[in-house]
């Protein structure tokens, strides 16, 4: 399965990566190279066997439906790169 | 007083309570050493007057008779946890000025403890990495260095300066976290035992996600004493990570005997690899007889999709990574990069594309990949099928034996920028140690011995799930009978 460019500037977009176009050619390369040493693993016989999704038990866990935090809007946009009337602020959406 | 920081926590504890210094004089003292270190690149950000704030703390504590098991211990942090109110980066410049309003729950139990922080420790950014090369804020130099050459060495990744602080006695012990070796392999390089405690163990709150389905907190210490002690006060259940195991947390220290009598050491044929260093093969072999002399039966075990772990690894860690790393979008926190008169999807690929480096995008691309419509099935599932496989041959050897011995990592250190050229080069480190993440399992490094360079190799012990207390002993019982490495020459001074 080879990566050409155009799959790899599918890629980019779907992840919101900015590609140079001159990063395309040597990504691709290099996805092809790793892609290739990780398809030995379809020569593992699979038959029947259940995909592992978590190694341990996982349980439901219940809480009661109460306010534990809150009230730290403050603390919230503290790291905000924008932030504006008490919201995130980012560049227009809508033309 | 600069021989306080020769001592292990064992040691220092008995230091402090017997009053025979205080834990501004030891916090102070690895403050100095952490000073002269500088050039070793250990920490992003230091926080020397937080930590002697908190050995003063320490100290009253002691008089006053309510001081914690760790009260006035010198720590160190890998930069992966959250510290509330201390620049948390993830050794990204994504999250470059990134300063928590929380605390992780690992570091808040440490906090809790007693122990004092020195600051937050250099790493591969967001952890992907084995060399620690990939950090935002430059390469850590190992205080290792092959005999006779003064030519820096990596000192492995990703929790690289937490390794190579607790190595150069800069702190006593440091939090690291493990996804594929993160903690063992790191710990080998740098001549200090290190464990990653069972999944679950310890809990993931507030440790920047990798992959999250196998990223676990551990830590780095001189003695596997030292390991114990510090994971007794890490471990526990939390009900804010919905994979934390509700287990009672053993007194793994006051455990410890060395003693194997009635246990059966599995040796894996498997790990047997080409590009082995001779030396190691050897240590290996030392290995099992020193686990024989403390009484323990050794058997030979298969595992036999060893071979597929690291190709599974691969799938999985970049694919749960592009989904954790997705949240980096320049809107709550982080970088924000906005192309002139660019909208918001412009912004989110500008940041990312500036943000992150050069591993962490591959990751994401392939974790992209192999995610998307089409090759989903072929990639993703099928690695989670071998995913079970790789499992279902743990739980078999441990049917004829009670805990693995195998090598930590094929090779000892390497020099800063020989691996770089190639991924799958570097991803190869982890072979010894990626499979026992896949399934989960309690696993540590213990320095052993020394290549032809005079540069440390490390055994690994894998153990059952939950059982830390025996990976802890058989570890304990190695390192009794391992030849002492010599502390690194402080050549940084």
């Known amino acids: ?95 | 007083m600069s021989d306080l920081t020769a001592l292990s926590v064992a040691e220092m504890r008995e230091g402090l309570a017997a009053r025979a210094f205080s834990a501004a004089e030891l916090v102070s003292a690895h403050v100095a050493a952490a000073e002269a270190a500088r050039p070793l690149n250990l920490f992003i950000t230091e926080t020397f007057d937080r930590a002697m704030d908190a050995a003063r703390a320490a100290d009253a504590a002691l008089a006053a008779g309510t001081a914690g098991p760790l009260s006035g211990i010198p720590i160190g942090i890998k930069d992966l946890f959250a510290t509330k109110g201390v620049r948390t980066t993830a050794a990204s410049r994504i999250l470059g000025d990134f300063t928590p309003p929380y605390e992780s729950t690992v570091t808040a139990k440490l906090q809790a403890a007693g122990a004092v922080s020195l600051g937050k420790l250099n790493l591969d950014e967001f952890a992907m990495g084995s060399s620690n090369e990939t950090s935002a804020f430059g390469p850590v130099v190992s205080p290792v260095r092959a005999q006779g050459s003064e030519a820096p060495l990596v000192p492995g990744g990703s929790s690289g300066g937490s390794a190579a602080a607790v190595a150069a006695r800069v702190v006593a012990a440091a939090t690291g976290t493990d996804t594929g070796g993160s903690i063992r392999q790191p710990a080998a390089f740098c001549g200090v035992a290190g464990i990653k405690p069972t999944y679950g163990r310890c809990s993931r709150w507030g440790i920047i996600a990798f992959a999250s389905s196998l990223d676990q907190a551990g830590v780095f210490a001189r003695s596997v004493r030292d390991c114990a002690l510090l994971l007794e006060a890490m471990a526990g259940f939390d009900p804010r990570d919905s994979t934390s195991i509700d287990a009672p947390v053993p007194r793994w220290a006051q455990q410890l005997s060395g003693d194997l009598r009635g246990r059966r050491v599995g040796i894996p044929r498997e790990y047997r690899v080409e590009g082995m260093d001779p030396g190691l093969e050897a240590l290996w072999e030392q290995g099992a007889a020193w686990l024989r002399d403390a009484g323990a039966e050794i058997v030979e075990v298969s595992l036999p999709h060893t071979a597929q772990a690291l190709p599974t690894y691969y799938i999985l860690a970049p694919a749960e990574a592009s989904s954790n790393l997705a949240r980096y979008d320049g809107v709550r926190y982080g970088l924000r990069v906005v192309p002139e008169g660019g909208g918001l999807a412009d912004m989110y690929e500008a940041t990312r594309a500036a943000g992150f480096g050069a591993e962490v995008r591959r990751r994401i691309m392939i974790g992209t990949y192999v995610l998307s419509a089409g090759y989903y099935d072929a990639y993703y599932r099928k690695a989670q099928k071998v995913r079970a496989l790789i499992a279902r041959d743990f739980a078999e050897a441990f049917a004829a034996c009670d805990v693995l011995l195998t090598p930590t990592a094929p090779t000892g250190a390497f020099p800063l920028g020989a691996r770089n050229a190639d991924p799958i080069a570097m991803y190869l480190n982890d072979v010894f140690t990626v499979p026992s993440s896949l399934a989960g399992l309690p696993a540590m490094s213990v320095p052993a011995g020394a290549d032809s360079a005079g540069l440390p190799l490390g055994l690994q012990l894998i153990g059952r799930p939950l059982d830390e207390g025996l990976v802890l002993d058989a570890a304990y019982a190695l390192e009794a009978r391992a030849p002492k490495l010599p502390a690194p020459a402080s050549w940084w001074r």
């Open chain 1, 1 to 95: 399965m080879a990566v050409d460019h155009e799959m790899v500037a599918r890629v980019a977009r779907l992840a919101r990566l900015r590609l140079a176009p001159a990063e395309v050619a040597p990504l691709a390369a290099e996805l092809n190279r790793i892609l290739g040493w990780i398809d030995q693993l379809q020569a593992v016989d699979t038959e029947g066997v259940a995909p592992l999704e978590t190694v341990i038990p996982i349980t439901r866990a219940w809480r009661e439906d109460v306010v534990t935090e809150g009230d730290c809007q403050a603390d919230l946009l503290a790291n905000a790169p924008a932030a504006a009337h008490g919201f995130f602020a980012v560049p227009k959406v809508i033309e």
